[in-house]
C-alpha cells in the first residue's frame, strides 16, 4: 500500500515537471525568436538609441540637491512672488544618514533589491519583469531600477514612448557613473510620491503619522514602501464628503474639516504585507520582527497630519493651485498625479491675475468686526439658540461638554428600556439618520448637534458636530423612533459612559466628535474682476482667515435674492423689445390657486402703473415676476447659463424652473459670489460675458510657456442692450435700494451701477455692482440657518469700503455710451410720448416727464393717454353734474389705468397711486329729481279759499320750467 502511494506521488511529481517543462520550452522558443528578431534589427535601433542620445540634453548631477527644492512660485500681475508653492510638513528634504535602516531597506524590498549591484540599469530584472508580466497577461512587476524611477521624477515625463525609455536608459548609467549610491538612494527617497501630496519620506511620515521620519517604526515604513507602486490605490487615507461617510462601512480617522471626512482604507494591506515578506526573505529582519509587524493594527497608527493638505496662504492662491492643476490636466492631457507633481515639483512660474494691493484692501476690510453685521437669536434659558420650531439650533458649548471634554447627555433626554437598553430620547443633543442601501436600512447614523461660544467681541462661533461612534449592530429604534442602544454594546465597550453625581451621561472623547476651532458667524465672501479681461483682482472667501481654509464661501453658492433680478429677469426683457419705460402695474397678483403671491419687499403695499426703471430701482417684486412671466423662465434661463452661472437645477423635485428662481433669486442651490460677479461683468463689459481666470500663463524656471490662459468669452447682449440695464442698475445706487454704494452724493465722477439682495428672514445679504473700471460682488450670511440684524445694506456697505478705497487714485470716468442709443422725452407714468396733461400730473406735476434711454427703434410713438382731465365737484369729489353750482365746479388731472383696478375684488387693498385715480361716480349730491320723486314736498301753492274744504278747481300752480301736473 505504501509503495503505491509512493508511485502516485512521483506519477503527480513527473507530471507536474511535465507540465513545466513544455511552458519553459514554449518560452525558450519565444526568446529566441525575439533574440534573432533583435539581432535583425540592431542596426536600425542602434542607429535610433545613438540619434537620442546625441539630441538629450546634458545634465549635471551633481546640481540634483537644487532640483529638488525647485518649488513652483506664483506671482502676481506685476510678476512679484506672492508664495512659493510649497509645504515642509510635505516635501522636508531629509539627509541619507538620517532615514532609518528599515525605511531604506523597506524600499529597496520592493523597489530595487539589486541596486547596490547594477550600474542604473538591471537588464536581468527588465527580462524577468517581462516575463512575469507576460505570464500574468497584465502588468504585475515592473523592470526600473531606483536609479530609472529618480530620472525619471527628476528630468523626465510620464510619456510611454521607445525614446523617453532610450533617455531613462541613458540618464541612468550616465548619474550612476557620477553619483555615490547613496547619494541616488538619497535623492529617490526625497522626491517619491507618496500619496495625499507628499514628497519624499520625510513628507509622508508627516501625512500619514504626524511623526519624524526618524520615529518610524518597521511596520509604518513597508506601509510607506508599498505605496509607491499606485499611491491613489494604496494610500490608507481616504478623503470623502461628510454625506458620504458610511459608518458602518467607514472608520473615521479625522472628522475636523467642515466639508471633509478623512477615513481608514485598508486596501494598501496586501502591499504592506509583500515589503515585509520580502524583506524578511532577504535577511533584512528577523522571522520575530516579522511576525510583530505583520500583526500591528495599522488604525491605531494612523494619526493623519493637520498640515496634510498642500501649503495654503490665501484663498486666491488655494484657487489658482486648483485652476493650474485642471489646465495642465486638460491642456497637458496628464493625470491629476503629474499634474499635481508639475506644480509641486518641477519649478513652474504661475502669472496669475492678482493685484496684490487690492487684496490687501480686501483683507484689511475683511479683519473689521464692525463691518459686519450681529445675528437675531432666540435663545432658552440654558443659553441655547432656538430655531424657528423652538428647537435647539445650536448648543452652548458649556452645555454639550464639561471640563474634561467628555460629552454630557442629561437625564432627561434618555432612559432604560424594560430589556435594560439605553433609549436616547429624539429631538435632543442628537439628530439620527438612517444610512440605506437596495432601499433597506444598514446603519443608524447619530449625529451630535453643533455648538456654539462667543468670542471677545461677542461674535458667534460654530463649533461642528460630528458622528456618535457606535458599531450599527447595537443600534435600532423603538416605536417612537427613539434611538436604541443595545446593551450588549456595554459589555464589548465598557468605556462609553459613565454617570455623574446628578444621573446624567457622560461620553468619553474617543466615542464623539466636536471640532475645537469654530467658525465665525457671520460669514462672507467678496470677489473683484476686471470685466474686460475677467482677470480675479481680488478674492477672500471667508472671515477670520487663518491656517488651511478648505471651505471657500467665494465659490460657493447662494440664494442670491433681488439680486437675480437684472441678469435673470430684466435684461432678458431689454433684449426681447422691453424698455426701461415699458409700464407694468404694481398691484396684487395671484397664482392659480388664488393665492396672492409674491410679496414686495415693502410688506403689503402696492406702487401702482411703474416703469421697469423704477421696478428695478426700487426692487419691486411683483413687477419682476410679471416680467419674468411675459419673458419665459426658459428664455430666462438661457441668458443665466449665458452669463456663466453654472448651478441652475433644470430637474428634479426641487428646481429652478420658477418664477420664485429665475425672478426673485430663491434657488435650490443658488449662485457663487464668483459666478455672480461674473455674470454682472458680462453688463459691465459691453454684453460680453468673459469667464473669468485666476492665471494668466504658466511657464518653466526658463520661461518657457507651457499653460497660455486665454478666457472664453460670449456676447450675451448687444451694447445698447448692456448700457440700456448699467442705466437702470446707476438709478438704483442713485436713488434706489442701493445708496450707500455710491462714492460721492452725485454718482457721476466714478458712477457705481449695482443691485441689492436678500434672501427671506435675512438669511443672505448680497450687492452686485460695478463700476467703468471693476466688477465686485459681496455675500453676507451664516453657515446655518440663522437670521442678520441687517439686511443688504450691509453687505453694500462693506461694497463701497472696499471699491472707494480701490478707485481711490483713478480718474474719472462713464460708462461708455455706445452708438444706437436716444435719449427722448415720455410720460413716466403710462412710458409714452407726453401731451401738455403729462406736465399736470396730480403727484408729480411737470416731474411726471422725464428723458429716458431707449435703444434706436424701441421708443414709443403713441401719445399718452394715462392723464385724462376731467370736470370734478369740490364738495364730493365726483364727476361734476348739469347741476353742479358753477362755484364748485373745476378741471383736474387724473390718471387712468389701461385695465380698471377694483379694490373690492383685492380684499380693499389699494396700491398707493390710486389716490390720484380718475372717478368713474356722478356727483349725487347736485342732481335733477325724477318725475315721480316728491318734488311738491319743495314746492309752495298759492290756493285761494279759507280751508281746505274749499274747491280749489280754479287754483293756480307755479311749476317749475318743464313741469306739469296731471290728474
Known amino acids: 500500500m505504501s509503495d503505491n502511494n509512493n508511485n502516485a506521488e512521483k506519477r503527480r511529481s513527473n507530471k507536474k515537471k511535465g507540465t513545466k517543462k513544455k511552458k519553459l520550452s514554449f518560452f525558450r522558443l519565444f526568446i529566441i525568436i525575439t533574440l534573432l528578431c533583435a539581432f535583425i534589427g540592431t542596426g536600425i535601433v542602434g542607429g535610433m538609441v545613438y540619434a537620442v542620445i546625441k539630441s538629450s540634453p546634458e545634465v549635471d548631477f551633481s546640481q540634483m540637491g537644487t532640483l529638488l527644492n525647485e518649488n513652483s512660485f506664483i506671482l502676481d500681475d506685476n510678476g512679484e512672488l506672492v508664495e512659493k508653492v510649497k509645504s515642509d510638513s510635505l516635501r522636508t528634504i531629509v539627509k541619507y544618514d538620517k532615514i532609518p535602516e528599515n525605511v531604506i531597506n523597506a524600499f529597496l524590498a520592493i523597489e530595487d533589491r539589486s541596486f547596490f549591484d547594477h550600474r542604473g540599469i538591471n537588464p536581468k530584472r527588465i527580462v524577468g519583469a517581462f516575463v512575469e508580466n507576460v505570464k500574468a497577461g497584465a502588468a504585475v512587476q515592473g523592470g526600473s531600477t531606483i536609479t530609472q524611477q529618480l530620472v525619471k521624477n527628476l528630468y523626465l515625463t510620464n510619456e510611454k514612448s521607445l525614446e523617453r525609455k532610450i533617455k531613462e536608459a541613458y540618464y541612468s548609467i550616465t548619474m550612476e557613473n557620477e553619483l555615490t549610491k547613496e547619494q541616488i538612494l538619497e535623492a529617490y527617497l526625497n522626491t517619491a510620491y507618496l500619496g495625499g501630496g507628499a514628497k519624499g519620506v520625510q513628507g509622508a511620515s508627516y501625512f500619514y503619522f504626524s511623526k519624524d521620519v526618524s520615529e518610524l517604526d518597521l511596520a509604518e515604513a513597508a506601509l510607506i514602501a508599498g505605496i509607491t507602486k499606485n499611491p491613489s490605490k494604496y494610500s490608507p487615507l481616504k478623503t470623502l464628503k461628510k454625506e458620504d461617510v458610511d459608518p458602518k462601512k467607514h472608520l473615521v480617522l479625522d472628522d475636523s474639516d467642515q466639508l471633509y471626512t478623512i477615513v481608514y482604507d485598508d486596501r494598501y494591506r496586501p502591499r504592506q504585507e509583500l515589503v515585509l515578506s520580502i524583506m524578511k526573505s532577504e535577511g533584512m529582519i528577523t522571522q520575530e520582527e516579522y511576525d510583530k509587524?505583520?500583526?500591528?493594527?495599522?488604525?491605531?497608527?494612523?494619526?493623519?497630519?493637520?498640515?496634510?493638505?498642500?501649503?495654503?496662504?490665501?484663498?486666491?492662491?488655494?484657487?489658482?493651485?486648483?485652476?493650474?492643476?485642471?489646465?495642465l490636466q486638460e491642456q497637458l492631457n496628464v493625470s491629476p498625479q503629474d499634474a499635481s507633481d508639475m506644480l509641486y515639483n518641477k519649478g513652474l512660474r504661475i502669472h496669475t491675475t492678482l493685484d496684490v494691493n487690492m487684496q490687501k484692501i480686501v483683507e484689511a476690510e475683511y479683519k473689521k468686526s464692525a463691518n459686519f453685521p450681529?445675528?437675531?437669536?432666540?435663545?432658552?434659558?440654558?443659553?441655547?439658540?432656538?430655531?424657528?420650531?423652538?428647537?435647539?439650533?445650536?448648543?452652548?458649548?458649556?452645555?454639550?461638554?464639561?471640563?474634561?471634554?467628555?460629552?454630557?447627555?442629561?437625564?432627561?433626554?434618555?432612559?432604560?428600556?424594560?430589556?435594560?437598553?439605553?433609549?436616547?430620547?429624539?429631538?435632543?443633543?442628537?439628530?439620527?439618520?438612517?444610512?440605506?442601501?437596495?432601499?433597506q436600512v444598514v446603519d443608524i447614523i447619530v449625529k451630535l448637534k453643533d455648538a456654539y461660544v462667543e468670542n471677545g467681541n461677542k461674535e458667534y462661533?460654530?463649533?461642528?458636530?460630528?458622528?456618535?461612534?457606535?458599531?450599527?449592530?447595537?443600534k435600532s429604534f423603538d416605536s417612537n423612533n427613539n434611538l436604541v442602544i443595545n446593551k450588549s454594546f456595554f459589555s464589548s465597550y465598557g468605556d462609553f459612559a459613565k454617570k455623574d453625581g446628578n444621573g446624567n451621561l457622560l461620553v468619553s472623547?474617543?466615542?464623539?466628535y466636536l471640532s475645537d476651532n469654530g467658525a465665525i458667524q457671520p460669514q462672507s465672501a467678496m470677489v473683484i474682476i476686471d470685466p474686460r479681461t475677467g482677470h480675479i483682482k481680488a478674492l477672500v472667501g471667508g472671515r477670520d482667515i487663518k491656517g488651511q481654509k478648505l471651505y471657500n464661501r467665494a465659490l460657493n453658492p447662494r440664494p442670491p435674492g433681488s439680486a437675480i433680478k437684472p441678469i435673470g429677469v430684466y435684461t432678458p426683457a431689454i433684449d426681447n423689445g422691453w424698455t426701461a419705460a415699458t409700464i407694468v402695474?404694481?398691484?396684487?397678483?395671484?397664482?392659480?390657486?388664488?393665492?396672492?403671491?409674491?410679496?414686495?419687499?415693502?410688506?403689503?403695499?402696492?406702487?401702482?402703473?411703474?416703469?421697469?426703471?423704477?421696478?428695478?430701482?426700487?426692487?419691486?417684486?411683483?413687477?419682476?415676476?410679471?416680467?419674468?412671466?411675459?419673458?419665459?423662465?426658459?428664455?430666462?434661463?438661457?441668458?443665466?447659463?449665458?452669463?456663466?452661472?453654472?448651478?441652475?437645477?433644470?430637474?428634479?423635485?426641487?428646481?429652478?424652473?420658477?418664477?420664485?428662481?429665475?425672478?426673485?433669486?430663491?434657488?435650490?442651490?443658488?449662485?457663487?459670489?464668483?459666478?455672480?460677479?461674473?455674470?454682472y461683468g458680462s453688463l459691465a463689459n459691453e454684453g460680453v460675458y468673459i469667464e473669468p481666470v485666476s492665471f494668466t500663463k504658466v511657464t518653466d524656471k526658463d520661461g518657457n510657456i507651457i499653460i497660455e490662459n486665454t478666457p472664453t468669452k460670449n456676447r450675451v447682449v448687444s451694447p445698447?442692450?448692456?448700457?440700456?440695464?448699467?442705466?437702470?442698475?446707476?438709478?438704483?445706487?442713485?436713488?434706489?435700494?442701493?445708496?450707500?454704494?455710491?462714492?460721492?452724493?452725485?454718482?457721476?465722477?466714478?458712477?457705481?451701477?449695482?443691485?441689492?439682495?436678500?434672501?427671506?428672514?435675512?438669511?443672505?445679504?448680497?450687492?452686485?455692482?460695478?463700476?467703468?473700471?471693476?466688477?465686485?460682488?459681496?455675500?453676507?450670511?451664516n453657515d446655518i440657518q440663522m437670521k442678520l440684524n441687517q439686511g443688504s445694506s450691509v453687505s453694500t456697505q462693506l461694497w463701497q469700503n472696499v471699491m472707494s478705497k480701490i478707485h481711490k487714485n483713478l480718474p474719472d470716468k462713464n460708462f461708455k455710451k455706445p452708438d444706437g442709443i436716444v435719449a427722448v422725452a415720455v410720460d413716466r407714468v403710462s412710458g409714452k410720448l407726453p401731451t401738455q396733461l403729462s406736465y399736470r400730473d396730480p403727484k408729480l406735476g411737470e416731474k411726471s416727464v422725464i428723458y429716458e434711454y431707449f435703444i434706436s427703434g424701441t421708443q414709443p410713438t403713441e401719445y399718452d393717454e394715462v392723464h385724462v382731465e376731467l370736470e370734478v365737484d369740490t364738495s364730493t369729489n365726483k364727476l361734476a353734474g348739469p347741476n353742479c353750482p358753477p362755484t364748485l365746479i373745476e378741471k383736474r388731472v387724473f390718471?387712468?389705468?389701461?385695465?380698471?383696478?377694483m379694490p373690492e375684488a383685492n380684499n380693499g387693498i389699494v396700491p398707493t397711486d390710486y389716490i390720484y385715480e380718475a372717478p368713474t361716480e356722478a356727483c349725487d349730491v347736485h342732481v335733477v329729481p325724477e318725475n315721480n320723486n316728491s318734488i311738491f314736498d319743495n314746492l309752495i301753492f298759492p290756493l285761494t279759499g279759507d280751508d281746505d274744504n274749499n274747491n280749489n278747481d280754479d287754483s293756480e300752480v307755479t311749476l317749475p320750467d318743464g313741469v306739469t301736473v296731471s290728474e
Open 895 to 901: 390718471r387712468k389705468r389701461p385695465i380698471p383696478y
Open 585 to 679: 402695474d404694481d398691484i396684487p397678483r395671484y397664482e392659480p390657486s388664488g393665492k396672492m403671491w409674491p410679496k414686495n419687499w415693502y410688506k403689503d403695499r402696492f406702487k401702482g402703473l411703474s416703469t421697469i426703471r423704477q421696478a428695478l430701482q426700487l426692487s419691486m417684486n411683483v413687477v419682476a415676476v410679471k416680467v419674468g412671466e411675459q419673458v419665459g423662465v426658459n428664455t430666462s434661463i438661457d441668458y443665466l447659463k449665458k452669463m456663466g452661472i453654472s448651478t441652475i437645477v433644470e430637474k428634479g423635485r426641487y428646481n429652478d424652473m420658477n418664477l420664485a428662481a429665475v425672478a426673485l433669486g430663491g434657488m435650490t442651490k443658488g449662485i457663487s459670489p464668483l459666478e455672480l460677479t461674473a455674470a
Open 461 to 474: 462661533l460654530i463649533l461642528k458636530g460630528g458622528n456618535l461612534n457606535i458599531p450599527s449592530e447595537y
Open 720 to 781: 445698447q442692450v448692456a448700457f440700456v440695464m448699467t442705466d437702470m442698475l446707476k438709478s438704483v445706487v442713485s436713488g434706489g435700494t442701493a445708496t450707500r454704494a455710491k462714492f460721492e452724493p452725485s454718482n457721476s465722477k466714478i458712477p457705481v451701477a449695482g443691485k441689492t439682495g436678500t434672501t427671506s428672514d435675512n438669511y443672505d445679504a448680497w450687492f452686485a455692482g460695478y463700476t467703468p473700471y471693476y466688477v465686485g460682488a459681496v455675500w453676507i450670511g
Open 374 to 439: 450681529s445675528l437675531i437669536s432666540r435663545k432658552n434659558s440654558a443659553g441655547d439658540i432656538l430655531a424657528k420650531n423652538n428647537s435647539v439650533l445650536l448648543y452652548k458649548k458649556g452645555n454639550l461638554i464639561n471640563s474634561a471634554k467628555e460629552l454630557i447627555i442629561p437625564k432627561s433626554d434618555y432612559t432604560y428600556d424594560s430589556n435594560g437598553n439605553l433609549v436616547l430620547n429624539k429631538n435632543k443633543r442628537f439628530n439620527f439618520y438612517t444610512s440605506k442601501k437596495d432601499g
Open 509 to 512: 472623547k474617543k466615542y464623539y
Open 293 to 327: 509587524a505583520i500583526n500591528e493594527d495599522m488604525a491605531d497608527h494612523l494619526k493623519p497630519g493637520k498640515s496634510s493638505t498642500f501649503g495654503i496662504s490665501s484663498y486666491f492662491t488655494d484657487k489658482v493651485k486648483y485652476d493650474v492643476i485642471e489646465a
